[in-house]
């Protein structure tokens, strides 16, 4: 191989890698199962879901949570595509499926590249946010 066609040959390696790169973001690993706390697991929310909570909800996920988990909560925030675990569809059954207990315990503790938000927004934001979330539901 001459000199020219080593040169020649770098960029096409860079763009190999990249997309290789891209290829295992794309194909992100699903985290494991939370482990909550039965008292999480049975915690009712005490908000009720008319549009003022909802929309303070709204407001606090734009702010807070869209970055990874996507302005529809699909997990494809700019920041959500670089992670190691996909952040999660907030729209899908299994999700859904989650109490609004559950939902409260992972945003206010957070576990691994989910930061815990129970020093950055308040119980009742937090509970703002879980009701928002609920109108991802299927879609």
């Known amino acids: 191989m001459t000199r020219t066609h080593k040169i020649a040959l770098i960029p096409c390696l860079m763009v190999l890698l990249s997309l290789g790169s891209v290829a295992v973001n794309a194909q992100q690993k699903k985290g494991e199962p939370w482990v909550i706390p039965q008292e999480y697991i049975v915690m009712t929310n005490p908000l009720t879901a008319d549009s003022v909570t909802v929309q303070t ?6 702010k807070k949570c869209a970055l990874c988990h996507g302005k529809t909560g699909l997990g494809d ?6 992670s190691k675990t ?3 569809d907030f729209s899908s059954e299994a999700f859904q499926n989650y109490t609004d207990g ?12 989910m930061p815990a938000f129970e020093k950055r927004s308040s119980d009742a934001e937090i509970w703002s946010m879980v ?9």
């Open 57 to 62: 909800g709204k407001l606090a996920y734009d």
């Open 102 to 113: 559950e939902i409260f315990y992972q945003t206010r503790f957070g576990r691994g590249e």
């Open 131 to 139: 009701l928002y979330i609920r109108t991802m539901r299927g879609k």
């Open 77 to 82: 925030g700019p920041k959500g595509r670089m």
């Open 86 to 88: 996909f952040p999660g």
